[in-house]
């Protein structure tokens, strides 16, 4: 199967009528049973050359997003990192608290003219961001929206794997919270942690004790099947748990302490 390479047609449309701050935005960990879920805005220079071997982070090893991942925050004009967290996903539903951390991750950067973000069109979005483009598959077709989510993936697995630390025997160094074998046999086993999301149905399954029947397409960006919606301003949302403020905090200081901090 060819392999799609993400192009600049998105950008130069922009760069072309004028604006300059360009953001690409896209998120990961819409899909685990536990964890935040992370999302990263990137912007490049206008009409710069693209970087060799960008393309979705879903296609990528980790070797290559890790090799990728200094190279794109080193020639970006800005970047930033946003998170929602377990409480947060539990009580907004994953749907809402995706928005909600890329929200958290263009406010990072410092300002922008344009948002380009992965997936369908979002309701309310523009009144919290500004003017902004949806594209359907865009991490795989777009190039800042792939520079984003190379860098929201990096991100989000150090983290489960210092999350693996404190809670050993779910494989989450390995399968970054994803409801794997490994990790259901060990949800039933030792039981949820304060980083599972109680609202999915695995780790209901395993506080209830009961083999429920699921889907892992429920789990899919934009599903509301798991939990009922929020009626609820997000804007009023903006904390998250200390201990994944802390270890956020400190992934970003380890690269880049002036231009990326964690939290609300």
Known sequence: MAVIVPRL???????????????GVDEVGVAPTCGPVVAAAVIMPPNARKIAGVRDSKML?????????????????AFGVGAASVAEIDRLNIYHATHLAMRRAIARLGGHDHVLVDGNRIVGFEAHVGPYTSIVDGDAT?????????????????????????????????????????HREALA????????RRSFAPVQAAIHG???????????????????????????????????????????????????????
Request: net charge neutral; glycine share 6%; with cysteine.
């Open 9 to 23: 047609r998105p950008e130069h449309r922009l760069w072309r009528s004028g604006l300059r701050r360009i953001a």
């Open 61 to 77: 090893s980790s070797v290559q997003r890790e090799r990728l991942d200094p190279i794109i925050r080193a020639r970006a004009v």
């Open 210 to 264: 009961a083999q429920l029947v699921f889907d892992l397409s429920d789990m899919a960006e934009g599903s509301d099947a798991l939990v009922p919606p929020v009626d609820l301003d997000l804007t009023l949302v903006v904390d998250i748990d200390a201990a994944t403020a802390n270890d956020l905090a400190a992934l970003m200081r380890e690269t880049d302490p002036a231009r990326v901090t964690a939290g609300g």
């Open 189 to 196: 086993t030792l039981g949820p942690t304060p980083f599972h």
């Open 142 to 182: 777009c190039y800042s929206i792939a520079c984003a989510s190379i860098v929201a993936k990096v991100v989000r697995d150090r983290l489960m794997s210092r999350l693996a630390q404190r809670y050993p025997g779910y494989g989450w160094e390995h399968n970054a919270g994803y409801a794997t074998p490994d």
